[in-house]
């Protein structure tokens, strides 16, 4: 009987597919396997500009000669910047043969983690936080309240190419301890010790991930405490081209825009 229905479903499954050819590509993300089109192949060229060839030096200064691929990570973050906030598959090709490793390599860190897109975004990539104290606090009146301001579902772009929709998990941070090759920051930061402003008694809370000047203006900055109308208010000031000021948390009077890094 399970077996009848299991069988059921799958063909259900399959039609849907061949009926919806977007959802297939949907679901391809999501199975971490790559589909060539048009503009995402291993034949379109791609490379560092030359500004980024000299951060792709100073970021692999950091590591042994025979440990280059401990960059992998923060050569695809560059990459993703310069690129407008996603991966195509040359780029990856570009980064395995700077570290000189199996293109295999690059794919696996590039599927695994949700950080790394492999599809386009907006200039302004929002993530909502869906870990369960933000979710308990309302992310998803948040998230709805995004996705029917901009027309869009998760995961899709707005017809002008500034927004996108996501979700994101565990964006809490606090006082760390950074090794030398042991984040995703590391390549960046001297420091071993570094305080970052953020947590769970802040949410709801949203990242921006704001690809709209390149790699030369990226940013990536935290909102928290957040309300259906204020997230909006975000949504605009961005598409304004303005910079949303510091919000003042409620709960203890401290400033929570973005991410407050200090050095100690």
């Not at 369960?132 to 606090?137: D, K, L, N």
């Not at 998230?143 to 964006?171: I, P, Q, W, Y």
């Amino acid at each position: 009987m399970l077996a009848r229905l299991a069988t059921k479903r799958l063909l259900e499954v399959r039609q849907i597919f061949r009926q919806n050819p977007q959802t297939s590509r949907s679901f391809s993300t999501a199975l971490n396997y790559h589909l060539d089109s048009p503009d995402n192949n291993p034949s379109i060229p791609w490379e560092f500009t030359n500004a980024n060839k000299e951060k792709v030096k100073e970021i692999l200064s950091h590591y042994p000669s025979n440990y280059k691929q401990s960059g992998i990570i923060p050569l695809l973050d560059l990459a993703q910047q310069q690129h407008g906030g996603w991966l195509p598959i040359s780029a990856m090709n570009a980064v395995a043969k700077i570290l000189e490793v199996a293109p295999v390599r690059v794919y696996e860190v590039a599927t695994f983690y949700s950080m790394f897109n492999r599809a386009k975004v907006g200039k302004y990539h929002l993530l909502v936080c869906g870990t369960t104290p933000c979710m308990i606090r309302g992310s998803r009146e948040i998230e709805d309240a995004l996705l029917k301001h901009l027309g869009v579902k998760r995961n899709e772009v707005t017809k002008d190419g500034l927004f996108s929709v996501g979700e994101m998990e565990c964006m809490s941070v606090d006082t760390i301890e950074l090794g030398p090759v042991d984040s995703f920051l590391a390549a960046h930061i001297t420091s071993s010790r570094w305080i970052l402003q953020g947590c769970c008694v802040n949410a709801p809370m949203i990242t921006v991930a704001d690809y709209s000047n390149g790699s030369e203006g990226y940013t990536y900055n935290y909102y928290e405490d957040l309300t259906p109308k204020r997230v909006v208010e975000i949504v605009e000031m961005l598409r304004r081209g303005e910079k949303p000021p510091y919000n003042w948390s409620p709960k203890d009077k401290m400033p929570v825009l973005g991410l407050d890094i200090r050095r100690t």
